[in-house]
């Protein structure tokens, strides 16, 4: 199989970029609603080619701590998640509301792969969805 127009492939993972914002919650129905689910980043070449997806624009993962403050599980129910990748001084819980992660490209500067920030789940930013494909894929 092939990832369909609109999506790119890694590996055999199809990744689709929204062109538009939504809550957590929404972002999450969304990618459900094409098959999908927000994406869940599994390895450090992941993580790199997630951050080619943009210069500064943030989107949602599908990791959250909503269930219990500092146990991030990601949304296959996973824990403890196996490679992280926050920005220095993150996750925070900025005013105790942060409990769903987003991803932040730093496209201006490579080297720097770590780009998560755990921000309020009611922030309207763009998210990533992910499903796999069955092999073979490539
Ligand atoms: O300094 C990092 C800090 O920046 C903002 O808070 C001032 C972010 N808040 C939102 O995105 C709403 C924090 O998540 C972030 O930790
Ligand atoms: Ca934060």
Redesign the pocket.
């Known amino acids: 199989g092939r990832c369909p127009d609109g999506w790119r492939t890694f590996r055999c993972g199809c990744y689709y970029l929204s062109d538009s914002g939504a809550t957590w919650s929404v972002s999450r129905q969304d990618c459900k609603d094409r098959g999908a689910d927000l994406v869940i980043i599994n390895s450090r070449e992941e993580q790199v080619f997630l951050n080619q997806f943009g210069r500064n624009i943030y989107f949602w993962i599908g990791l959250t701590d909503s269930e219990k403050e500092g146990i991030w599980k990601w949304v296959d129910g996973t824990t403890p998640i196996t490679s992280q990748y926050w920005r220095e001084?993150?996750p925070?819980n900025?005013n105790g509301v942060?409990n769903c992660a987003a991803f932040n490209s730093f496209n201006n500067n490579a080297e720097i792969i770590e780009s998560w920030?755990?921000?309020?789940c009611s922030?309207t930013i763009y998210c990533v969805c992910k499903y796999t494909l069955k092999m073979p894929c490539q």
């Open positions: 001084g993150e925070n900025a942060e920030n755990d921000q309020p922030l």
